[in-house]
């Protein structure tokens, strides 16, 4: 089988394609020749070149194949292209492996993202910052198998959120909600609590793995915040990241796909007017 190495770590040409089409959502194929077609775009528009030598630089062996790619991908040939005027929308690089590894898997952020206010319901739980990367992936899971059905009405039924909040930073524990969302907060079962994350201005991380979401550990979740710490650093010229006040993972159980899953991490930030 067909292998790529990337810092030593062996993918096959399968999983390549599999993990691409599941991290951005379009086929490596697709994208391949979207960027190719991309990079054409200079010399058709700044440079006098004839079509066919555009086409044969960008690995088109037919100049009448390169003009039915372009028109499927932009809706005109590359001729109207050059005198049409119009805008047109590039294909930018993605990066797979990006230098964020977490345990063989990808972190990919930070985004910014405003996240409208919601309402969640779920088991609250006391935890020690220190035994937040053991207790939180436990809590969550029994959360999961056991009281998520005790939610009414829920909104994403597929949908776990974590919500992280610190009454007081001088405390050394956090409360941690594992909990579904819902509308309103007008009807919590016994032994549940309701909680509101506020509308914010948010950055948020996206790490997929090549695992059953249920195997989110220790070693991971540590793995995880670690890599996140790093690149908020990296960004901590541009804003101040507030989540030792408030944050919240959520995880889409339905995009699992028999091999990978996703997690997202929420924070809020300030914006700095530098």
């Known amino acids: 089988m067909e292998t790529a190495y990337l810092d030593d770590l062996p993918v096959s040409t399968v999983h390549l394609r599999r993990l691409f089409k599941f991290a951005f959502g379009v086929p490596l194929q697709s994208y391949v020749r979207s960027r ?3 990079a054409s775009l200079e010399n058709l528009m700044f440079t ?3 079509v066919l030598d555009i086409a044969v630089e960008c690995g088109y062996e037919h100049e009448q194949a390169y003009i039915r790619a372009f028109k499927r991908e932009y809706g005109l040939t590359p001729g109207e292209c050059r005198h049409s005027g119009r805008n047109i929308h590039i294909t930018p690089p993605l990066h797979l492996f990006p230098k964020n590894d977490v345990c063989g898997n990808v972190v990919y952020g930070p985004h910014m993202v405003m996240v409208p206010s919601f309402h969640l319901i779920g088991r609250r739980h006391r935890i020690e910052i220190a035994e937040a990367p053991t207790e939180a992936p436990k809590v969550a899971k029994q ?4 009281d998520r059905h005790k939610v ?6 597929h949908i776990y959120y974590g919500l992280t909040t610190t009454p007081d930073l001088s405390f050394s524990w956090t409360n941690y909600l594992p909990s579904m969302r819902v509308n309103h907060l007008n009807d919590i079962p016994d032994g549940f609590t309701g909680d509101t994350f506020p509308s914010s201005l948010c950055v948020y991380f996206r790490y997929i793995g090549n695992h059953h979401y249920e ?3 220790e070693p991971r979740a540590e793995a995880l915040y670690t890599a996140i710490d790093r690149l908020a650093k990296e960004h901590g010229g541009k804003y101040e990241l507030l989540d030792s006040e408030i944050f919240f993972e959520k995880i889409d159980t339905a995009a699992y796909d028999g091999q990978y899953c996703q997690m997202e991490w929420f924070a809020p930030i300030i914006v700095r007017n530098n």
């Open 36 to 38: 190719k077609l991309s």
């Open 48 to 50: 006098e070149k004839r």
């Open 143 to 146: 959360f999961w198998w056991n």
């Open 152 to 157: 009414p009405s829920p909104v994403e039924p």
């Open 215 to 217: 195997e989110i550990d």
